[in-house]
Structures are given as structure tokens and as C-alpha cells.
């Protein structure tokens, strides 16, 4: 992987996220995760109209859901490091075209396009990560259309020369088969499949969350043979029976989910929506689905936004081992 633009938003937000990365701050579980509540309450959200200028004082940490014309023009010769952090639907993927691009290379000047998100050192998503996933562009802009892989991707931009900058539109297009996704805003419920694959899909939600399984089917239609199907119920610990099938659910302290904490791991076939939810107090709130490539695996999963009321009932606590 190569070098990235670090964007420290510790910087950028100030005292919201200050307080998640100060690492195990004397009990810090409850506090952090209390204060990540707010972590994106101070981010600009862009309005409606889809043709606008980058503000280089409001904006250097912006995240649009928003298609359209991005403009950006370099206030200063600073070499400060910014980023567009786009999202789409759970079933869109981000199209960049860069239209315009007048960024000198020299000291330092760039701009990068990231297929997934990078947040304090940390990627999205980590499991697939290759170097494809980054194209990196001064003096010349990209001259083909930027795809992601997933509903998430970002542009990191450092432009140390004043009057210079960029422009792209940005589209969201059809994704058939998602199997990483991000929820941002937390309220919703999705279904995560494999499609049949073998491999990983993750869901995350930037935020802490309850999440209740709505619907099981986890390890037990299988590709071939089979034709009854028995509604076994929810089992959980899951690998720790060792069956290979199974979603994980649980959270993790930044955008890696490959080291997620697991609450539980459920597999089996349940149509019916579970009587509780788990409350996940940690950063970022993960479901993934592991799967053989044996079965059509799904799970339909609703998310709300954890209240701080809630925390203290919390299953999950992320970051409390480290203590
Ligand atoms: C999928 O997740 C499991 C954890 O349950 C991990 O052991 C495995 O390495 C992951 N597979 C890939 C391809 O990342």
C-alpha cells in the first residue's frame, strides 16, 4: 500500500472527536463512546443545489451524499491536507470524472482518489484493500471515470500553491451486488448476502448503534442438493461450534473492521426478528458475514443510532480490554 494523505481530523474537529482518540482515558469507554455520538455533529453536509465551491475554511473535512460539481480553488500556499468523503445509497457505488485539474507537483501538490474511506491511519474497507484502490494525480488529471467498488470513497487533496485546484462531478450508480457497506446516519436496515461467493461482506455504521436481526438465513440453503429447509432458530457462538457460516456482530475503534471486537456470532434460519437488539457501544458498529461459498447466506439487520441512555446497558464496549 502505498503512502497515504493522513487526514488527522483530530485537527479538524476539535473537541468531538478529540475525545475517541485519546486511547483509554480513564474509563474512557462510556465517555468516548458518549462523545462519538456527536463525532460528525460538526460537519458540514452540502445543500441541494449540485454545483458548488469547496468553502477551503468550512470544508476541508466534508461529506456529501450529494451528486453533482465539485469545485475546489487553493485559498494559500499551506500545504493543508483535505478531503471530500463521499456516500451514496447501500446500493450505489461513487462515480468521480475529474473535469478540470491544475495542481503543480511541486511541493507536494496532489490529489488522490481512494476507492473506500481512510479515517486516522485507519481504511475501508481493509480486506480488500489493493493498490488499485488508489490513483494519484498532479499536473495531469485522471482522464478516466473513477469507480468504487462500494458506496463509499473519498478524494484527498493537498494543493500548496495558491489560485490552483480542481473540479469533478461526482454520480451515484447502480451497484447489483454489494457486499461492503457503509451506513452513515445510522438509521435503517439492511440485507447483507453473499450472493453464493466465498469471502467476507461487511456492513459498518459510523456511529454507535443497536442493531436487531430482523432475518436469518445464515449456513443453511445450501448451493445444491437440499430441499427442506428447517427453521432451526438463532444459534449463536457460532465459531465457537465451528460452523463456518456465521455473521459477526460487534464494533470496532475506527474504520478497520478487520479488528472488530465480536459480541456474538449467529448463523441458522430464523424468519423471525430477534427480541432484542444489541446495543454496540464502540466507534464504529460492524456486522460481517462470513461465508463458505457453500450456501446463500443473508441477514437483514436494523440499525438506530445508540442513545446515551443506552450506554450503560450496552453489550458491547469497545476499547475496555485495552483499559
Ligand atoms: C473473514 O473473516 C474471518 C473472521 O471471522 C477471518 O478469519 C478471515 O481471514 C476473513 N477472510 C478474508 C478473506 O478477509
Not at 4 to 19: E, G, K, N, T, W
Not at 263 to 272: M, Q
Request: hydrophobic fraction near 35%; proline fraction near 5%; charge should be negative.
Amino acid at each position: 500500500m502505498r503512502a497515504f494523505l493522513y487526514i488527522v481530523v483530530v485537527a479538524l474537529a476539535s473537541d468531538a472527536v478529540r475525545c475517541l482518540y485519546l486511547p483509554g482515558a480513564e474509563f474512557g469507554g462510556l465517555r468516548n463512546s458518549a462523545s462519538s455520538l456527536s463525532r460528525f455533529a460538526r460537519v458540514r453536509r452540502l445543500p441541494r443545489p449540485s454545483h458548488r465551491v469547496i468553502d477551503p475554511n468550512e470544508d476541508c473535512f466534508l461529506v456529501t451524499s450529494d451528486e453533482g460539481e465539485l469545485f475546489f480553488k487553493s485559498p494559500s500556499d499551506e500545504p493543508t491536507v483535505c478531503g471530500i468523503y463521499m456516500i451514496a445509497e447501500p446500493d450505489k457505488k461513487i462515480e468521480v470524472v475529474f473535469n478540470y485539474l491544475d495542481v503543480p507537483c511541486d511541493n507536494g501538490g496532489l490529489v488522490a482518489w481512494i476507492d473506500g474511506w481512510e479515517l486516522n491511519g485507519q481504511v475501508w474497507p481493509a480486506d480488500s484493500w489493493d493498490d488499485d484502490r488508489l490513483v494519484e494525480s498532479c499536473d495531469k488529471r485522471p482522464n478516466r471515470k473513477l469507480v468504487s467498488r462500494q458506496n463509499a470513497a473519498l478524494i484527498q487533496y493537498r494543493v500548496p500553491a495558491q489560485g490552483k485546484g480542481f473540479a469533478v462531478t461526482i454520480r451515484h450508480v447502480r451497484n447489483a451486488r454489494p457486499c461492503n457497506v457503509m451506513l452513515f446516519g445510522t438509521e435503517g436496515v439492511f440485507t447483507l448476502r453473499n450472493h453464493g461467493e466465498t469471502g467476507n461482506c461487511t456492513l459498518i455504521t459510523v456511529s454507535p448503534s443497536t442493531v436487531q436481526v430482523l432475518d436469518l438465513n445464515v449456513g443453511q440453503t445450501a448451493k445444491k442438493g437440499r430441499l427442506l429447509e428447517l427453521e432451526t432458530g438463532t444459534i449463536h457462538h457460532c465459531t465457537k461450534r465451528g460452523l463456518p457460516d456465521h455473521v459477526d456482530i460487534g464494533g470496532a475503534s475506527g474504520l478497520d473492521h478487520t479488528k472488530m471486537e465480536v459480541f456474538d456470532s449467529l448463523c441458522g434460519l430464523d424468519s423471525n426478528e430477534a427480541r432484542r437488539a444489541s446495543l454496540i457501544a464502540c466507534e464504529d458498529t460492524v456486522a460481517r458475514l462470513v461465508s463458505s461459498g457453500k450456501y446463500h447466506n443473508s441477514i437483514t439487520l436494523a440499525f438506530t443510532p445508540l442513545s446515551l441512555d443506552d450506554i450503560e446497558h450496552a453489550d458491547l464496549i469497545c476499547g475496555l480490554n485495552d483499559l
